[in-house]
C-alpha cells in the first residue's frame, strides 16, 4: 500500500525545528503578535488586506489554519524564534478552496512580520514545510 504524504500528514499540527526557527499550532496567545503582522502597512499592502479586517479576523485565520490541518493534514505554522522564543509569522502548506480552479494543488506560503524580513526565515520555514 503505498501511503501519500496527505495520509501522513493527516491530523494535528506537528512541531517542527530549523536551526534558528520553531514551527508549531497556533496558541491563543499568539493572537496580539499574530494580528499585528497582519495588520502592518506592509503585510496589508501585499495581501490586499480589507479596510475592515480586524483582531475577530486574524483570530479566524489562526483558527482556520488549525482547522485545515485537521481536515486536510496542511496548513500554516506558528513560527518563532528559537533563541528568544519571539513570534515572527507564519508559513506552511495551503490547499484552498478560494485559489483558481486550475491551481496544481497545494502551494507553499508565507507571512512574516516586516521587523523579520531579509533574515532568510521564509526560506529556512519553507524548506522545512515542504520537507
Not at 530549523?18 to 501585499?46: I, K
Not at 489562526?62 to 508559513?91: N, P
Not at 478560494?98 to 523579520?116: F, I, R
Amino acid at each position: 500500500m503505498t501511503r501519500s504524504w496527505q495520509n501522513y500528514w493527516m491530523g494535528a499540527c506537528p512541531t517542527l525545528k530549523t536551526e534558528r526557527l520553531t514551527l508549531r499550532p497556533f496558541r491563543d496567545d499568539d493572537l496580539a503578535d499574530y494580528f499585528a503582522m497582519e495588520n502592518s502597512p506592509e503585510v496589508r499592502e501585499g495581501l490586499l488586506t480589507p479596510d475592515d479586517f480586524g483582531q475577530p479576523d486574524a483570530s479566524y485565520k489562526m483558527a482556520a489554519w488549525l482547522g485545515q490541518w485537521e481536515l486536510r493534514g496542511t496548513g500554516h505554522w506558528a513560527v518563532e524564534e528559537k533563541e528568544t522564543g519571539q513570534f515572527v509569522g507564519s508559513v506552511g502548506l495551503n490547499q484552498s478552496e478560494v485559489t483558481p480552479l486550475d491551481w496544481p494543488g497545494v502551494e507553499v506560503g508565507w507571512t512574516l512580520h516586516p521587523n523579520h524580513w531579509g533574515c532568510g526565515y521564509a526560506t529556512e520555514a519553507g524548506a522545512a514545510a515542504v520537507k
